[in-house]
């Protein structure tokens, strides 16, 4: 299917490893030049000349801390006029209730929720005035079933979410579709890191708690940063414009609801 983007531009942040990459991979396979953010600067440039290598698009590499508003001007700043936004960051980490202070929780909304606000509001109305955007917040199906060890995650992905639902309908009118993308476990370092915090929790080794986490997905394997991307880039399609305000769950069936 032709997604009718290329030669759009698009932003997405937290984007050298993981669905980050795997986002920004699938756009530039429809033809889109990328600016790509991460911290670190020398996983970043490599992930962006493999984009550059397999697919031939433009993509500039800005390094910074998506979370700072020191990080957001740098990517902003090479972002110029961007048709798609796609925000992410890293997750929280694991804990309990009891021991989270109220600098965890800054740092958790800073990172998930208050950072992805911030690009929206710089980037959109600038896609407002062109008539055409979107804009998608990769977020975690913990907004739809909660992961208690994931307090800090939980909580300020509701705040986005809950910002979400009502810009995405303000801002629908002038052809911007804003939808949020919910991962439930993917492949990635993130996994592999919440493999080894179980690990460490009921004393087994990180392939026995792989295969533990395996038997809560119904699809039995964990998802890959490629179908996640895939799921992103159509999303950003010419396709996608009459999706507004959604929260899509790529779970391999794991969140179980009728809704
Ligand atoms: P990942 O494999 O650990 O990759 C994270 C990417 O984000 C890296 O490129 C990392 O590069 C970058 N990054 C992290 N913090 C950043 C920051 N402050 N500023 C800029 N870049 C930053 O993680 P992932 O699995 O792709 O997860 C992406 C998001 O989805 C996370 O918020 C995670 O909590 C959520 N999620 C993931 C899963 C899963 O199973 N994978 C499930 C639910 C939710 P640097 O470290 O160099 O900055």
Redesign the pocket.
């Known amino acids: 299917m032709d997604l009718g983007i290329a030669g759009k531009r698009a932003v997405v ?10 986002c920004a991979m699938a756009l530039a396979e429809a033809g889109v030049n990328l600016v790509i ?4 600067a020398e ?2 440039e490599a992930t962006a000349q493999a984009i550059r290598d397999a697919h031939g698009v433009e993509v500039t590499a800005v390094a ?4 700072t508003e020191e ?1 957001r001007a740098k990517v902003l700043e090479a972002a110029g006029e961007a048709d798609i936004l796609v925000n ?5 980490p694991p804990g309990m209730w009891q021991d989270w202070g109220r600098e965890d929780f800054i740092k958790a909304l800073d ?2 929720m208050l ?1 992805p606000i911030a690009m929206i509001q710089a980037l959109v109305p600038g896609m407002m005035d062109r008539g055409w955007g979107r804009v998608v917040n ?5 907004v739809k079933a909660p992961i208690p060890v994931l307090g800090l ?1 939980n909580s300020a992905r509701a705040g986005l979410t809950g910002f979400v639902a009502g810009t995405s309908r303000q801002v629908a009118g002038s052809g911007v579709s804003i939808n949020n993308l ?10 592999i ?2 493999d080894e915090g179980l690990s460490k929790q009921q004393g087994i080794t990180p392939e026995e708690a792989k295969v533990q986490r395996c038997k809560t997905i119904p699809a039995g394997r ?2 890959t ?1 490629e179908e996640f991307g895939a799921t992103c880039a159509f999303l950003c399609s010419q396709h996608a414009g009459f999706i507004v305000g959604q929260n899509l769950l790529l779970d391999g069936g794991g969140v179980n609801s009728t809704l």
């Open positions: 942040c937290a984007a050298s490893k993981g669905l980050g990459r795997g953010n991460a911290r670190g996983a970043l910074g801390d998506i979370t990080g992410n960051a890293g997750g929280p990172a998930n950072a990769i977020t975690s199906q913990s995650s919910l991962p439930g476990i993917h492949s990635t370092d993130r996994a890191s919440l964990y998802g940063a």
